[in-house]
């Protein structure tokens, strides 16, 4: 008798914990690891030096947010950006750049995108997703889902970069499990290489003059927050 294959809550915060790892090391071309471990926390909130968040809906809806310290930070983002090609005599130098929060938004973006592909391979539904923001933090800012979710569960995972810079993944989602009915073939996986040819094309295509200011896209942020 076939056993039947059930998909949990911590299954997919592990699907998205893999996403984060392999996204970001092709992206860095450096060694990024999270912890064998998750952590049950009573809410998500942003956490200096810089926090990201990005809500997620459809077949079950969350809220996904990634604090990383300044050294964390600019480590990924210089591995980042001279993986590319960049001299790093033409990078930031400063966390707070707008260069870096973008760089380190696209890599959200390229996160949960990669994320939202292993869910409709593996469980057969969709999940959709709003813009990251990004945003240098000096204090904790506590987010929350704003959906139709009865007492969402929240858990943190550790990841650690090349260097041994500490950042950290929060998840908060509704507790829900798939069942599998019958067996079904996953499709193809998409190739992190092309994602990341691609976005290092768009990359070094845009102009200068195309970057944005720090103020305005700050204040769109925090009046989204309520704050």
Do not use: W
């Not at 968040?53 to 809806?61: A, K, P, T």
Request: with cysteine; aromatic share 6%; net charge negative.
């Amino acid at each position: 008798m076939r056993k039947t294959k059930v998909v949990t809550s911590e299954d997919i915060l592990l699907k998205l914990c893999q996403s984060a790892t392999a996204v970001l090391t092709k992206a860095t071309n450096s060694p990024v690891h999270h912890a064998a471990m998750v952590q049950k926390i009573a809410k998500t909130s942003l956490k200096p030096d810089l926090g990201c968040f990005v809500l997620f809906d459809g077949g079950f809806s969350g809220l996904v947010v990634i604090n990383f310290s300044s050294a964390a930070a600019m480590e990924i983002y210089n591995n980042y950006m001279q993986h590319m090609g960049i001299p790093a005599e033409e990078l930031a130098s400063l966390h707070t750049s707008d260069e870096v929060g973008d760089v380190l938004g696209e890599l959200m973006n390229q996160i949960i995108g990669d994320f939202t592909g292993k869910i409709k391979r593996s469980i057969q539904t969709s999940i959709t997703q709003n813009q990251p923001k990004m945003m240098a933090v000096n204090k904790n800012l506590t987010v929350s889902v704003d959906s139709n979710i009865d007492k969402p569960q929240a858990r943190r995972v550790s990841f650690t970069t090349e260097n041994n810079h500490i950042f950290y993944l929060e998840l908060a989602m509704e507790r829900t499990e798939f069942i599998q009915l019958q067996d079904f073939e996953e499709g193809e996986e998409v190739n992190p290489d092309a994602i990341l040819e691609e976005e290092t094309v768009r990359q070094l295509e845009k102009k200068p003059t195309e970057k944005k200011g720090t103020g305005g896209g700050n204040n769109d942020l925090l009046d989204e927050l309520g704050i």
